[in-house]
């Protein structure tokens, strides 16, 4: 493979310096390419967790066939929204934390 980036643009033709196994691992990286609904659903994530608490909070479902980024979308959701940690109590708080009584009435049914 020739190192000729003439042809390129300066942002691009930077890419050419490292070396041939920090290129591979950049190319390797996760990234995440917006698209319309994938905004859409994050989006409607954001304003769930803006919700003010309730007895009857929103719920969102996501659904579509395998290998639609269904899994992306929250990932990018939850780097997007980390949990809180209280050096207090040394808890993490999470957007979605029901609280233990509420988690262990779930387990049980």
């Known amino acids: ?8 643009n300066s942002a691009t033709a930077e ?3 490292p070396s041939s196994t920090e290129r591979i691992c950049a190319i390797e990286i996760d990234r995440w390419v917006q698209y ?3 905004r859409q659903a994050l989006a409607i ?3 769930v967790l803006r919700h003010p608490r309730s007895t009857r909070m929103p719920s ?6 395998s290998g639609m ?8 959701f939850r780097l997007d ?3 809180d940690f209280d050096p207090e109590t040394s808890k993490a708080r999470t957007p979605a934390d029901r609280g233990k009584s509420r ?7």
């Open 15 to 17: 890419l050419f310096a």
């Open 1 to 8: 493979m020739t190192n000729d980036a003439g042809h390129l």
């Open 36 to 38: 319309p609904r994938a």
């Open 69 to 76: 980024s269904k899994t992306m979308i929250m990932e990018k």
């Open 45 to 47: 994530l954001s304003y």
């Open 103 to 109: 988690f262990t009435d779930g387990v049980r049914r």
């Open 81 to 83: 929204h980390p949990a």
């Open 60 to 65: 969102v479902p996501i659904y579509s066939d």
